[in-house]
């Protein structure tokens, strides 16, 4: 399976610290995405890096990717109660017809205030 | 900019009834997806448009589900009859064009179902 399995499954920080959340994949990837999810809403769109980019920031988001490993990583820094949701990677592969997204289990963030 | 709609947010339905979401995407937006989210995973795709055209309807359990994208803009999902399992929230994504890999996609709130 693409699946993309993301570890720890869950994660208790306090405010103000940094948050790492890795994901690992088996295929070959077009690109992988990171989504945020809080409780009862949609998914929102966190970052994408393409499988010939190493690493990319957004705000306070730093994603890597190491395609030799078949792993990516997300960083959160400066955490935020805010930030508490859960977070999935999702990888895209071509599947010879199509690209497909595939979503990973998730991984559920805790910042307490 | 308008984001994905959904409807309805919230359904119960008995076992062995109908039921149907409506998803209409963000304007311009050719690919539709429907992901299938039971509680505590990740979204499962159910099947994805474009345009009015299916992509990838491999993980839609036919015998009992059926989605249709009619003029290539908004979308149905219909689940009959409905069984215990198909308690979930149903996603409709959308995005930009999707040929030889996947852009952003653009989730709506979702519609979630309870069976009893």
């Known amino acids: 399976s693409q699946q993309g399995e993301e570890d720890p499954q869950a994660l208790s920080i306090q405010e103000g610290e940094n948050a790492t959340m890795n994901c690992s994949y088996k295929t070959s990837i077009n690109n992988l995405q990171w989504y945020r999810q809080n409780s009862g809403r949609g998914l929102v769109h966190l970052i994408l890096?393409?499988?010939?980019?190493r690493e990319k920031h957004s705000g306070r988001l730093r994603v890597t990717l190491d395609t030799s490993k078949k792993s990516s990583s997300l960083l959160i820094t400066a955490s935020r109660a805010a930030d508490t949701a859960s977070y999935f990677c999702?990888?895209?592969?071509?599947?010879?017809?199509?690209?497909?997204?595939?979503f990973g289990k998730g991984i559920t963030l805790s910042v307490r205030p | 900019e308008a984001g994905v709609a959904q409807s309805p947010r919230y359904k119960i339905i008995e076992k062995r009834q109908s039921v149907a979401f409506w998803c209409n995407p963000i304007s311009g937006h050719a690919t539709l997806y429907w992901y299938q989210q039971i509680l505590g995973q990740g979204p499962k795709l159910l099947i994805q448009?474009?345009?009015?055209?299916?992509?990838?309807d491999s993980q839609l359990p036919k015998d009992r589900f059926s989605a249709e994208r009619l003029k290539g803009v908004d979308s149905t999902l219909k689940i009959q009859p409905a069984k215990l399992e198909d308690s979930a929230v149903y996603l409709c994504a959308s995005s930009l064009v999707t040929g030889v890999s996947t852009g952003e996609l653009f989730f709506g709130e979702g519609s979630r179902l309870t069976v009893l």
């Open positions: 448009f474009q345009n009015n055209g299916v992509v990838d």
């Open positions: 890096i393409r499988s010939n980019e």
């Open positions: 999702a990888t895209d592969a071509y599947t010879g017809a199509n690209s497909k997204l595939t």
